[in-house]
Nanobody, 115 residues
Framework: QVQLVESGGGLVQPGGSLRLSCAASGIFFSIYDMGWYRQAPGKQRELVAV???????NYADSVKGRFTISRTNTKNTVYLQMNSLKPEDTAVYYC?????????WGQGTQVTVSS
């Protein structure tokens, strides 16, 4: 059974930092591309950052220079370091794994940026 479990969300003040983690099980993690997506209330889910199986990264323009995606294959885990957080970063953040026709999503973790 495939599981993606996100953690690390919470309430943070503007300008603060959070580190999200996504632990995967039931997949051969190292061959999967991994990504973080987010969905704010009333908005569509959007790409935040992705990291390929070879380590190539890509970011949404809105988070470039502030967020960093990384992965540790020995721990089956992908991370999202979020710095200089803004109120507009408030959303539920989801982890996604993809390889060939296979795609899996986590349940999401809430990030709220507010003073």
């Amino acid at each position: 059974q495939v599981q993606l479990v996100e953690s690390g969300g919470g309430l943070v003040q503007p300008g603060g930092s959070l580190r999200l983690s996504c632990a995967a099980s039931g997949i051969f993690f190292s061959i999967y591309d991994m990504g973080w997506y987010r969905q704010a209330p009333g908005k569509q889910r959007e790409l935040v950052a992705v990291i390929s199986s070879s380590g190539t990264t890509n970011y949404a323009d809105s988070v470039k220079g502030r967020f960093t995606i990384s992965r540790t294959n020995t721990k089956n885990t992908v991370y999202l370091q979020m710095n200089s957080l803004k109120p507009e970063d408030t959303a539920v953040y989801y982890c996604r794994s993809s390889w060939s026709q296979y795609e899996y999503w986590g349940q999401g973790t809430q990030v709220t940026v507010s003073s």
